[in-house]
Each structure stands twice: as structure tokens, then as C-alpha cells.
């Protein structure tokens, strides 16, 4: 099991404090109804509910406006628990799809470059933020490696919009996008994620499933990662 899976390393009360003032800070900057009221005077075991329901992708039992404000401070947790592994890093996962330090999905793959790792892919965890190599050759889902394919809405350079490709795969039929930073340096892969949902719908209408974590793109989109 990666070593800071959930449930068995289920954040402390601290959780839902955190949660609360982002949702505090927002009362009056957002519309109503969007989920800060509601949210910083929620009770404990609301919260719980809620963040057991968000990271298990509970559709029926998520309430979708709360749940940006929830994965966020779950995000800034899990960041601050992975960022005190030690710097060897955990060992081998089951599937290449699963974080080897939380055992969340991605939001995204990053094709990094410089150095000793340019032209490789990382995968980057929807909640711990930690990243982990995956070859290019085959599909970042599974393990097929024929017939992948790299789709995107071209911006007026002719390059993908913002560096962003949706990689598709025909085996397994789901897809994950990736921010290429040789095509934009400053690509991130929760900010860039969110500003490409337009390539969400057009890979959606090909027929492929998303596979990414990214508690502010719930909405309208599936829960579940495709089976690998």
C-alpha cells in the first residue's frame, strides 16, 4: 500500500479548520450559493462525510459546491504529509495509474524538460502533489502502447492550446491530459487543467473517458477513473 493511502492515514481534526477558513475567506467574493456559507458552518461530521465521499468519487453522496473547498484543504494535508517522506521515495505500485505515495489518480502528466529529465513524463498526483515516472511509449492508464493517440485544441500558433494535449487510449478507452512544457514552460498541471475544459467536451464526444483528479472539474464530469 503507498504510505499515505486514505483511509488508514486519515487527516487529524486540523483538516476541517483549515476548511472552514477557505471557505470563510471566500463569503461575499463568490456567488451564494457556491458552497462557502454553507460549508463554514458545517458540522464535524458533515466534513468527514463529505471528504470520505469526495476521495472515495461518492457521486450520490458528494455535494458538489462544497467539494472544491474540501479537496483543497485535503490537498494542502496530504502535500504537507508527502513532503516529509524521506527523499528516497516509496517503492513500487501495483498500477502506474495509482500515486505511489497516496494511491489518488493524477490530475495530470507533465513532460518536463532540462537537464537529466528532459523529454520524460511524470505523473502528477491530484492530491499529494508528488510526481512519478512513466515511459512515453505506452499509455499513461495502462499498459498498451499501440495506438495512442495526442489530442488538442490548437491555439492560433498552431500548438496546443496553453501546452496542453488529452492522451487517448483505445485499449482502456480513458484519458489523461499532458501539460508539455517544451511547448509552455510555466504549464501547471491543476491551473492548465482547469483552463482546458474545452478539450474535455471535444475528447469527451470521441468517446473517451477522464481518468484525472481535480476536485474543481467535478462538475458535469465522471467520478470514477475507467477500469485499468
Not at 98 to 110: D, F, I, K, M, Y
Not at 143 to 152: H, Q
Not at 185 to 197: F, I, K, S
Request: aromatic share 6%; hydrophobic share 40%.
Amino acid at each position: 500500500m503507498p504510505p499515505l493511502a486514505p483511509p488508514a492515514r486519515w487527516p487529524g481534526p486540523e483538516w476541517r479548520g483549515l476548511a472552514r477558513s477557505l471557505a470563510a475567506d471566500l463569503i461575499g467574493e463568490v456567488p451564494a450559493g457556491s458552497g462557502s456559507d454553507q460549508l463554514a458552518a458545517a458540522t464535524d461530521d458533515w466534513l468527514e462525510a463529505q471528504a470520505h465521499a469526495l476521495l472515495e468519487a461518492d457521486g450520490p453522496a458528494l455535494d458538489l459546491a462544497a467539494a472544491p473547498f474540501i479537496g483543497a484543504a485535503l490537498q494542502v494535508h496530504w502535500t504537507a504529509l508527502a513532503a516529509r517522506l524521506p527523499a528516497r521515495g516509496p517503492g513500487p505500485i501495483g498500477q502506474q495509474a495509482q500515486c505511489p505515495v497516496c494511491g489518488s489518480p493524477p490530475v495530470a502528466s507533465v513532460l518536463r524538460i532540462g537537464g537529466a529529465e528532459g523529454g520524460l513524463r511524470y505523473l502528477h498526483c491530484g492530491l499529494c502533489a508528488s510526481e512519478w515516472h512513466v515511459v512515453r511509449a505506452k499509455c499513461s492508464l495502462c499498459d498498451n502502447s499501440r495506438g495512442v493517440a495526442y489530442l488538442s485544441v490548437e491555439g492560433p500558433d498552431g500548438k496546443p492550446r496553453r501546452g496542453v494535449e488529452a492522451e487517448t487510449c483505445p485499449e482502456c478507452h480513458g484519458y489523461l491530459k499532458l501539460c508539455r512544457m517544451d511547448q509552455d514552460p510555466e504549464v501547471d498541471p491543476w491551473g492548465d487543467d482547469l483552463a482546458t475544459l474545452a478539450l474535455d467536451l471535444l475528447v469527451d464526444q470521441e468517446g473517451y473517458e477522464r481518468a484525472a483528479l481535480n476536485f474543481l472539474l467535478l462538475q458535469g464530469l465522471p467520478l470514477q477513473t475507467p477500469a485499468v
